[in-house]
């Protein structure tokens, strides 16, 4: 069968850095992944293709590139299943990291994100003989993040790297969180102070689920991050306006069986924060002119106590 | 110009460890590796590394013995001594680092069955093992600040006065060719699998560092021994790690047969490496295949156990050929997976060449003989990694710096100008590709006079087609058509050996299964191949053979 390929190029300096769209039309075998596509390109019609792949087994994760515009590893993308009806195929390097040549990106952002996790174990103590004891389950549980093979596909489509280049990035938070979690490591209080305090750390994101999507590893970076961030809290870290937010989530909704915004606005910046709610000031009047501007006094749903019951049968369930 | 104590050509286990021997003593120290540390193909070691801890009832001598059983008494036994009483260190120590290790109720490590072996001795993380330990030794390169040179291609190693004393490389993000001085370099660029089409290897695994050391004048010895892995998957040739049988998955053919039955009675599906491909090969070539497969049948052992302790396995079954492991067997073959030969090392990873270490894959102690005991390469990769940093750090106390290796570079530099300026020819990757199955059909499960005389024949004219392949990009950045046509030139050096070595051989050991010889010939053949590279002999080889340490084991007659 043929397979439709349409690759973005780019030449940093036998082509003044001009990136352009190159087609190739190539016979393979019905069974073919999108890496042997391009690897039969890269070895029987145009040698000046650049890509990065190794293991063609999703394990060494070289090959992660946007299909159709979303990351992937192509090694384990067959073609049929991206494109069953013979459509063309949208090739192009990954997002958020600096591009190299064609498919090849730069390494740099994705390792300086994970440097900034103290990414190594922090032991208390190195027993005198043999290992650390802890329990199979709690070893298993690690797995999740062990999983991950730094492909760097949820750096690449992460819609707040995209805004917010200082984010650490689901990858290296996933990272922390393997730390955070592994009862061999002593540090488990300042790790998530720190990834609670730092500008980028664990409240910058916005729970888009992209970096859960693409995810060739099931790591599942959110719910990492997620989990981070409740860890945090249990832990006494209460001073972020990312706590102040879950905290007027939960308050306004049990009071009033739905969502006060105004207050959640004013909450999350905290009352006291003058400058933040300056900059929240013109939002407001902004609002207030389409006619958008939620109540001050909040509605409260027909049936709010109910909504009230439901939290103390679930509160209750959980203790 | 660069200089450094201590250079590390590899950044996959064998490399990384000894990296974090030399910072730990304050050498100065970095690695230079073709790809990223993490994109190593030490990832794709699946199912686990092999220690006998005392504690668990295990003795170093079960381990030592079933090792050398295992390699069909080639293994020098000297050095599997070292490496079996090294071995429950070596694997506490990677624990210690942070390895996520399954362990048992009691919260220790725990084990699993492989092949080959009496005892369950196989630590091991899911089926990641290689992965999960690759993956913590570069977070120590990081809490140490090791200083690596990534995706840097070395192209030759500079000797004086027959002495190592550095690199030349090519720093593939701008094309540029560097002198990287060293007082000692350690090689630990991995295997040579790509020689072989197929492969379970990655496409990095092309012999680069057995060839550099080859040409600098390192015999290869043992090259003849390939391991086929007896179950990668049909049509992908994928791995399937042997940790699907050591959990208890049966070998059935196209009658449903458990076929090992009637080679390996006691060890049935865990019989050595060798033992199984053969007997699946001869299935196949019996007509109880089904297309050019065997099953691998993991059902009885339920959805959740294969989940939870191979998952990986499970992921690659359904995502490449779309089988539920728990439903349904899945169809495997032998293919192409090891080289037990490589460059020949004293127990201390030094080569012939002063200044040279070697450790890892590309390296031959000897541990592994004629044939490689599953979870024993891990194992090999990191206890010689770390004693190769360590003789390395006492050689380098008596070395001085070096000024003149900056001759080199010109001469180098012409000669990959010189690839570039060729006019347009041959592709590398249609001529790779000639070889590489001329190889696996020459050197296969099975081979004879004939057979392996095709190789060389098929060697002969890939070695005449080399000066007309062409590198169609000339550009500076990034420029994989130029390091391909450098790699082919590197897997001919390879083939040249694993050839050379096979046509020397007049016996069956281990993986090197003759048709034409079947019996194993201890009088005159327990020895080891070396091949040394010379242009003046004929397929510039010269091959001689070296006796096989016996410490305390005689060989016997091998009985799985």
Redesign the interface.
Known sequence: MQVNLKVKRFDPVDSGGKTWWQEYTVDIHPDSTVLDSLIHVREQVDGTLALRCACRASICGSCGMKVNGGARLVCKTRVVDVAPNGEQLTIEPMGNQHVVRDLVISLDTFFAQIKRVQPFLQPGFVPDHGEYTASNESMENLLTSMNCIMCGCCVSDCTVLEVDSNFIGPAALAKAWRFTEDPRDSKRDERLKALNDEDGGIWDCTRCMKCVEVCPKGVAPMDRIMELREAAIEAGNTNTSGYHHTESFYNSVKKNGRLDETRLAIDSAGWMNIPRLLDLAPIGIAAMRKGKLPPIRPHKSENHNQVKRLYESVEGESK | MYEHDVLIIGGGLAGLRAAVEVTKHGADVAVISK??P????S??AQGGINAPLT?RGDDWEGHAYDTIKGSDFLADQDAVEIMSREAGEAV?EL????V???????????TRRFGGQKKARTFF??A?TG??IL??LF??S??LGLNVY?EWFVTKLVIEDGVCRGVIAIDL?TGDLHTIKAKAVIMAAGGAGRVFEPSTN???CTGDGLSLAYRAGAPLMDMEMIQYHPTTLA??G??MSEAARGEGAYLLNSEGERFMEKVAPDYMELASRDVVSRAEQTEINEGRGIDGNVLLDLRHLGREFIE?RL??LQ??SV??LGIDMAEQPVPIQPGMHYIMGGIKTTVDGATIVPGLYAAGECANVSVHGANRLGANSLLDTVVFGRRSAAHALEYIKSVGSNSKTEEDLATEKARLQALLDRPTGE?S??VRDDMARGMTKGIGVFRDQASMEGALENLVNIKSRLPAVS???????????LMFALELEFMVDCADAVVAGALTRKESRGAHFRTDITERDDENWLKHTLVYRDETAEHDTRVETSPVSITQWEPVRRVY
């Not at chain 2, 290790?101 to 009691?106: A, C, E, I, L, V």
């Not at chain 2, 590198?471 to 058509?481: L, M, Q, R, W």
């Open positions: 790809v990223h993490v994109r190593s193909h990832n794709a504690d506490l624990e210690r680092m942070g996520i290790f399954s362990r048992g109720d009691d919260g220790k490590l725990g993380v899911g990641i992965s999960a993956h913590v977070e120590q990081l809490k990534e993000k990655a496409l990095i049509r992908t994928i791995l939870q998952g990986y992921e690659v995502e490449f592709r990757a249609t590198v169609e990009n000339k550009g500076k950045v990034f420029n994989t058509d």
